[in-house]
């Protein structure tokens, strides 16, 4: 391929990353993902509480979906939402299709960073997509199993332990950021615009509790890794039944989900407000 026509698939993969369908189908992509953290809060809440034994996780939710007479029809519509928000995700930090709106100065640390995030953000959407659509044909499966059987297939590989850890340490990283994020206020430069009073404080305190509950999974994987126990590393739902079995549990617990509620609220006014 010459140089003009690399070029040239450039600006249309541009103008792709651009289109107004698109930037439409990513905004539904966080509505879906606002809808998922409001069902795993109302799922954690039923722990809390109940004793019960549902699955306070990603799968959860999208298996209550999948029991409700429109269930199909949510789940393909979050399926289709969040893999457009995935593949907007990647364009517009691969394509640098925002690079007009980048502050000047900006750096090949800076753009390595933006890479990788975007990157990672990306992963995370493509993930819940195809979690939907398996869920929407009846092959869904629990992320806490899927969590359970990597951490056991990594422990049997040679310096498995030392990767399992390294997973847990990230994860904990992760976690931490999205508390950073939510007390010095940083998901605004995410929007394009101020969306409130209101939903500031609710997207503060929701990034703070989903902070949290990561920062107990990584705990938890990095515990699988020291004790070579993949049960330990059992996703969001073993860390949530942690916190509830932790001294003033369900108090602990509730606290955590109304903040994933606050988190999922946030969504929702991040598919009108976010910055596309």
């Excluded at 933006?114 to 499966?141: D, Q």
Aim: glycine share 12%.
């Amino acid at each position: 391929m010459s140089q003009e026509q690399a070029a040239q698939v450039g600006r249309s993969a541009r103008r792709a990353a651009r289109s107004p369908a698109l930037q439409r189908a990513a905004r539904a992509g966080f509505a879906a993902s606002g809808l998922v953290h409001l069902l795993v809060a109302y799922l954690a809440l039923r722990v809390a509480w109940s004793g019960g034994g549902e699955r306070a996780d990603q799968s959860g939710a999208l298996s209550v979906l999948a029991e409700n007479p429109f269930g199909k029809a949510l789940l393909w519509l979050t399926a289709l939402g969040c893999a457009a928000l995935a593949l907007w995700q990647v364009a517009d930090v691969v394509l640098d299709s925002r690079g007009d709106r980048d502050r000047p100065g900006r750096t090949a640390k800076d753009r390595a960073v933006r890479i990788v995030k975007g990157v990672g953000v990306g992963a995370v959407y493509a993930a819940l997509a195809v979690s939907a659509a398996r869920f929407a044909v009846g092959e869904g499966r629990s992320s806490s199993s899927q969590s359970k059987g990597l951490t056991a297939r990594l422990l049997e590989q040679p310096g498995g332990r030392v990767l399992v850890v390294l997973i847990g340490v990230v994860v904990v990283v992760v976690g931490g950021y999205h508390c950073y994020k939510g007390v010095t206020r940083g998901f605004l430069d995410d929007l394009r615009e101020n969306p409130g009073p209101a939903v500031v404080r609710l997207a503060v305190v929701g990034h703070v509790a989903k902070g949290v509950a990561l920062v107990v999974v990584g705990v938890l994987f990095c515990l699988a890794g020291v004790r070579r126990s993949p049960g330990a590393a059992g996703g969001l739902d073993t860390a949530l039944k942690a916190l509830r079995d932790a001294p003033a549990g369900p108090y602990l617990l509730t606290a955590v989900a109304l903040g994933i509620a606050a988190y999922g609220v946030y969504m929702f006014a991040r598919a009108r407000y976010a910055r596309l």
